[in-house]
Structure formats: C-alpha cells, structure tokens
C-alpha cells in the first residue's frame, strides 16, 4: 500500500477503475460510477488522489463528505460538484448507502467537438467543493434524467454517431448545471450578500488602515482567501449580485475611498496614489480618470 500521504495521479480511467476495484470501463475515455451499483473500500478513497480528467459527480443523499485541499466539506443534504483536471480531492464516504453518480471525462474524448474550448469556460469546474450546486427537486429529476441518457448511450453498442450523441447530452448537463448555479446565487442572496458585506468590510479596512500602502492593491485572490471560497466562485456570485466582477468591484471601493480622501484632505495626487496601492500616480489618474470622467484634481476642484 502506498504512502498514506503521497498524492496519486491518475492518468487514465482504466487506471483508476482498476485500482479502486471497478469493473473495466465501457469507453476508455469516458465513463459513469452509478453510487447504486458500485462499492469502493473507504481506505481507497482516504488517500488523496488527482484525476487527468474531468469529473461531474451528483450525490443525491447525505452521508458523504469530500476533502479538498486541507479542508473537509459535509454535503448533508447531497449536491453536485465538478472539477477540472489535476485538482487534488480526497473522498470519505460515510453513508451506510447513497445514491448518485460520477461522469469520469478524459479530456481526448472532446477534442474536434466545440465543447473541447467551451468546457472551460463553466467556472464551476473551477469551484472548491464546498460551493457545490443544491438541486431542487425538479432539477434532480433533469439532472437525472440526463444521467440515464448517457448511462443507456455508453451500454449500447458503439457505432459512428455515438460520441455526437454523447458529447451532446453532457453539454446538456452542463448547460442546465450553468443555469442551476444562476438561480443558485439568487436563491441564496441571505448568504451571499453576507459575503458581500465581508468583502466590503475587508477593502474598507484594506485601504483605511493603510495595508495597501504596504502591501499594494488588493487582488482577487487575496479577496478569495479571506472570504474562503475560491476566486471565480467569488466572482460569479458579485456578477449575479452587482452586475460586476471581482477587479471592477476593487475599482468601485477604491474610487470611492479616493474621492473621499480628495474631498477631506489636502494630500497631494501622488501621495493618494501611494496609499491605495498604485506604483506610479499616473496609473490612478488614469483609472479614476476612467471611472469618474474626471481627473482627481477637477474632482477635487469641482467638489470645492
């Protein structure tokens, strides 16, 4: 047995069905874990481990929890999660029994289909696994229903228009996914306006008590860190809130503070330039310039 700490990659699906004790795989490059179906030994997936693939996984009960990076995440009531190539995960199932599946995607298997360049366009494969998508009823029933159609697809016999056919139905998936984690964001405004208001406190502080003066201007990953969830999970959900993204809300809080600066001191344009973070004065001029239609001395002049 491996080192408990060492991080298997897995290159292949054939490989990682052969070493979590999975019947062979009916298509190299693609493949569907049906949770009824399968038993995989708790010990296998307490080791950390990387797929060189994509997966789309749906846990539709509770009792499941998954470790990505050093932080372990309950789903209590189920949920849908999807990751990209080389994300390291670790999986510790704890239910008695549960219901779901994983769609195992080797990135050759798209190639020559448009959804080759339009996967990574989803930034919820991008998401850290405790900003999984929540299904409403309805929208299990769909995400199901999917689930079979490629599951009935990849048990019958391979003929020419079998990929088209597949490759069809995960975009699908994908696409009602997109559209899950839209209504998501709504549905949940409590929680995610109480983000909000953290983030807004975090750059009131950042640039009150002078750390960007130190440390220059704040970045989306720095935001992502504080908050704890991951940078375009973070900037999804302040489109779906403000309109904005994460840089341009940075630039709204930023002009904000440098108008109230020009307006209650007599600190040269320079010298605000440096306590919020810019290098060179020129830069800001120019972004408030951008942002205001106003240079920082006619604001200041048109204020007085």
Do not use: W
């Not at 990076?69 to 549960?98: N, R």
């Amino acid at each position: 047995m491996e080192p408990r700490n060492k991080l298997r990659v897995f290159h292949s699906i054939a490989e990682m069905h052969r070493v979590f004790g999975l019947p062979q795989p009916l298509h190299p490059l693609i493949s569907m874990l049906d949770y009824s179906k399968i038993e995989i030994d708790p010990e296998m997936l307490a080791h950390p481990f990387v797929m060189d693939f994509y997966n789309i996984s749906f846990n539709a009960s509770a009792g499941c929890r998954m470790k990505y990076g050093q932080t372990v995440y309950d789903f209590q009531e189920g949920g849908m999660f999807f990751t990209s190539p080389g994300q390291p995960l670790t999986g510790i199932k704890t239910a008695e029994s549960s219901s779901g599946f994983s769609f195992l995607i080797h990135s050759d298997f798209l190639r020559g289909y448009t959804l080759d360049t339009r996967i990574k366009t989803y930034g919820f494969f991008t998401y850290s696994v405790n900003e999984s998508l929540h299904l409403s009823g309805k929208e299990k029933t769909i995400i199901s229903t999917i689930a079979k159609n490629i599951g009935d697809e990849l048990e019958t016999a391979i003929d020419d228009i079998s990929q088209d056919v597949l490759i069809s139905q995960i975009e699908l998936m994908l696409n009602y996914s997109h559209r899950f984690y839209k209504r998501q964001f709504i549905s949940r405004k409590p929680i995610n306006n109480a983000l909000l208001e953290k983030l807004d406190t975090i750059l009131n502080t950042y640039f009150h008590d002078k750390t960007a003066l130190m440390q220059g201007l704040p970045t989306v990953q720095f935001l992502a860190d504080e908050l704890n969830i991951s940078p375009k999970y973070l900037g999804d959900m302040l489109r779906a809130l403000t309109g904005h993204n994460t840089q341009q809300h940075i630039h709204i809080k930023l002009i904000e503070k440098a108008k109230e600066i020009l307006t209650v001191s007599d600190l040269t344009v320079g010298e605000i330039a440096f306590q919020l973070g810019f290098e060179h004065p020129q830069s800001f001029s120019k972004l408030f310039k951008l942002k205001t239609n106003l240079s920082p001395l006619e604001f200041r002049a048109s204020y007085n």
